[in-house]
DNA sequence: CACGCGTGGCA
DNA sequence: TTGCCAAGCGT
């Protein structure tokens, strides 16, 4: 513990705070969360927030915040109702691990969000920088709320070299933050480190001159400031190979089926797919013994459709997408759909299969 | 600890 | 166009 904050023994603490929060109260970009304090719109965004950038989220925000003003509205909301809200802004179980966290706020701490580390550490979806970053702005209480790009600014101010994609490095700095976070104002100093790594001391070519901590930055000093932090790379995504059909109905509705309740894209409707199994060269054929295989269904597959390609941060999906036929009546459950193109709207997908609707509902239509 | 989990912007 | 991310968390 002492070892870890041997690299503060001559850093200019007092300095280093008050040009950060000079330069945050003067410079702060004027977002919908900073409105006011309120713990739960301090909630809300912290959630949304997690490893997405501010423009996607600001609009997200609004409409979130329009539908669920409160902590009480929020918990009362069904979790569809949540999902269709978040629906594009990706990461879901955000979505249902919020929602999860303020019932139980509402009933267990009577609808106040708690103020200790301890009780509020212990929410769904609220892990230790969430946890740091609600006590902090909403309650002023001095806690770290380290994320990447305080990790990035401090191992540049401190000359830090570890490996910032190691998960005990975060705890490195949560220590060092512990030492060097303003008592008076803990708020507009973890904000403000964040807001300077988004602003000024950005991952590439850091805008040093226009820096307010310049004076105590050691890679600046150095001239290392474009090497750190270290960051070492994530593996390959692997690619996976998928055939998925548009089936069209003879009174020209579209059969979809929602995805299992855990893993990848969780409870999210999708059109019927299958991975492709290795050395399976017939789509076709592999698609049509799914369907019946799965789902009970007789299916003519007809035309090749088209190859939606899409990028996951670990997986790559490659998409065959061909268009059929479902003969006969069929049954419709709690997961198996079949709906007019206008019916789309009121269910829940991810950005890949609304490519796939986008891209390929209407040419069915005219076929 | 390593991995799974979305999306859109930008060089 | 493709690669690299951006205010992490759960398991």
């Not at 109702?81 to 139980?104: D, I, Q, T």
């Not at 150095?222 to 190979?241: C, H, I, M, R, T």
């Not at 995805?259 to 399976?280: D, H, Y």
Request: with cysteine; glycine share 6%; charged share 25%.
């Amino acid at each position: 513990m002492k070892q870890d904050v041997n690299v503060l023994d001559t850093f200019d603490i007092n300095g280093f705070q008050h040009d950060l929060i000079s330069w945050f109260e003067t410079e702060q970009r004027d977002l919908p969360w900073r409105i006011n304090k309120d713990p739960y719109r301090v909630w809300v965004s912290e959630i949304m927030l997690q490893q997405t950038r501010v423009e996607a989220v600001k609009p997200f925000y609004k409409n979130f915040m329009g539908k669920f003003p409160t902590l009480e509205a929020l918990a009362e909301a069904h979790e569809d109702e949540v999902l269709k809200a978040w629906e594009g802004l990706g990461y879901y179980s955000r979505a249902r691990n919020l929602h999860s966290a303020v019932k139980e706020v509402k009933e267990r701490y009577g609808g106040k969000v708690p103020d200790t580390p301890k009780e509020i550490g212990k929410l769904k979806g609220v892990g230790p920088y969430t946890q740091g970053a609600i006590l902090s702005i909403a309650y002023g209480i001095p806690e770290p709320a380290v994320d990447g790009n305080v990790m990035r600014v401090m191992s540049r101010i401190l000359s830090i070299w570890d490996d910032i994609a190691k998960p005990k490095t975060r705890q490195l700095f949560e220590n060092i933050i512990r030492e060097v976070i303003s008592k008076d104002n803990p708020s507009y100093f973890n904000q403000g480190l964040m807001e300077l790594g988004a602003l000024i001391c950005i991952p590439k070519n850091p805008a040093c001159l226009l820096c307010p901590v310049r004076s105590h930055c050691r890679a600046f000093h150095e001239g290392v400031q474009k090497e750190l932090p270290v960051k070492s790379k994530a593996k390959e995504p692997k690619v996976v190979s998928i055939v998925a059909g548009v089936f069209r109905t003879k009174d020209g509705r579209y059969i979809i089926n929602k995805r299992p309740k855990t893993g990848l894209l969780a409870n999210m409707w999708e059109f019927p797919n299958v991975e492709v199994q290795e050395g399976i060269s017939n789509h076709k054929q592999q698609l049509a013994y799914y369907m019946r295989e799965a789902f009970g269904l007789e299916v003519s597959v007809d035309e090749y459709a088209a190859t939606v390609q899409h990028s996951f941060t670990h997986r790559t999906w490659e998409i065959f997408v061909f268009f059929g036929t479902a003969e006969g009546t069929i049954q419709e459950s709690d997961t198996l759909k079949i709906l007019t193109p206008e019916q789309f709207e009121q269910y829940t997908f991810s950005r890949s299969h609304k490519t796939i609707f986008e891209d390929c509902i209407e040419r069915a239509s005219l076929l």
